[in-house]
């Protein structure tokens, strides 16, 4: 099956400072992959969808970018972070299991952030 | 816009019980359904999937169930356990979906006491 890799597992940052989260996936190859944000108290929110390398598509207008360099590679990014920006990151992937797609989404175990 | 909706929002039961969870969408037009586990601070794992032309898939003690022309699933477990304490969600996926995005629930937090 599909593993997610995220990293780190847990960030505090304060305002105003950047930030870059990496996701990498082992085990499919052209995947979509997706960035959801969880807030405390609230549901799955999809940010960004990605169908291939250099394709990014944003679900939703915010203080947040992603970029796909490579195929298994997606990448959270802000120039600027925001307190509302806090809040807890999953990647998900979506793709090839040998010859057929997965309909299954695969999600890796998250990033805390924690802006002050 | 698909909308999903969970209920109960929490629930509480007592170890070996018998339970439901209820997911319901506004639009029927959906390639599938899927049903995940999350604990707390983790990420999602994925519990079972129905394809919209299956009725309902099952995996151990757990059973789910869609009848995609009035929006519903639900999810059964059978036997409770306190290692099944977790929040459960239910996300659908949009029929002639390019990017394949799923929409999701709010969860139910489900609690089981031994």
């Known amino acids: 099956s599909q593993t997610i890799h995220q990293w780190p597992a847990t960030l505090v940052q304060p305002v105003g400072s950047p930030l870059s989260l990496e996701c990498t996936v082992e085990g499919t190859s052209n995947p979509n992959l997706y960035w959801y944000r969880q807030a405390a108290g609230r549901g799955l929110q999809l940010l960004f969808y990605s169908v291939g390398i250099g394709q990014i598509s944003s679900e939703v207008p915010q203080n947040l970018s992603a970029s796909r360099p490579q195929d298994r590679q997606f990448i959270l990014s802000s120039k600027k972070l925001l307190l509302s920006d806090s809040g807890f990151y999953l990647c998900a992937c979506h793709g090839l299991a040998g010859r057929y797609f997965d309909d299954t989404q695969y999600f890796g175990p998250g990033t805390r952030l924690t802006v002050l | 816009k698909q909308e999903v909706t969970q209920i109960p929002a929490a629930l509480s039961v007592p170890e070996g019980e018998n339970l439901v969870l209820n997911c319901s969408f506004t639009d029927s037009a959906i390639y599938n359904l899927q049903w995940f586990r999350q604990d707390p601070g983790k990420g999602l794992t994925s519990l079972l999937l129905?394809?919209?032309?299956?009725r309902e898939q099952t995996s151990g003690r757990l059973n789910a169930s869609l009848d995609k022309s009035s929006g519903r699933s639900t999810l059964y477990i059978a036997a409770s356990q306190p290692g099944d304490s977790a929040t459960y969600l239910c996300a659908v996926k949009r029929s002639n979906n390019a990017g394949n995005m799923l929409t999701f629930g709010g969860g139910t937090r489900l609690m089981v006491k031994p």
């Open positions: 129905i394809q919209s032309s299956q």
